[in-house]
């Protein structure tokens, strides 16, 4: 059986919300794998619907561009948190948006891209690493168009402008005047980072990710002790909710929780006197979905002199 440590209970503490001695358990009946302890909770109703997107475990910037009908964020990791407070560093962000606006969102061609003060981004980017003198990584980068309309960008808690641990994209297509679709954007930016949607729409909603929550629905029902077709009602109705909780247009508006955002779009449109259509989004959350070993720094000093 694998080692159940003081670190990987707390973790599981962390992404569930569950108890310890809970969470004890849950690793001792997965044999320490994390994800499937994290649905082992999950079955047993001692946890919160699991969101990687709301894990923060790298540290960096990521950052936001806008140039009229586009709009691009980009990720840039680095190892401590006080590289994205060094100037350098959030320069660095800055013009990489700004350089991915034209290049596209391939990482590959952004990295060869020409960097203003010389060579490419990837040259300028070893260079840092050498002055700042810690591992830096440029991540990932997503740009989105409409024809006609507006590109909105919003950072949470920005560090600088355009430069955050949050940054979001709306991507708004309409005749309507630029400042409506702004206004609207906004709103509907903060939402989105608020609100973690996983998908713009149902269809749009991983497969992998359903099936994962249909066998946890189809096991918690099973639970019940009632007859087969009784739950396959309340499995299907699990997934039901499931996809109108995460997918973008049918989430309920967080600032009233009872209008949904297509509804929210549409009225907006009417007000508008314009036809509005939320064509895509852009959600990056610093560090989502990177597995970040954490030590134990006066453990570690122990080892080394070599104490038990």
Known sequence: MAEITAALVKELR?????????????LAETNGDLEAAVDWLRTKGLAAAA?????????GLVGVAVAGTRGVAVEVNSETDFVAKNDQFQDFVRTVANIALDAGDDIDAIAGAAHPEGGTVAEKLTGNIATIGENQNLRRAKLVSVGKGSVVSYVHNAAAPGLGKIGVLVALESEAPTDKLEALGKQIAMHIAAAFPLALNEDGLPADVIER??????????????????????????????????ALLSQLFVMDNKTKIADVVAAAGKEAGSPIVLKDYVRFQLGEGIEKKESDFAAEVAAAAGVA
Do not use: F, L, W
């Open 14 to 26: 962390e992404r569930s919300g569950a108890g310890m001695m809970d969470c004890k358990k849950a």
């Open 51 to 59: 969101k990687k997107s709301s894990r923060t475990a790298a540290e």
């Open 213 to 246: 929550e249909r066998a946890i629905a189809a096991e918690k029902a099973a639970e019940s002790g009632k007859p087969a077709d009784i739950i396959a009602k309340m499995v299907d109705g699990a997934i039901a909710k499931y996809r109108k909780e995460n």
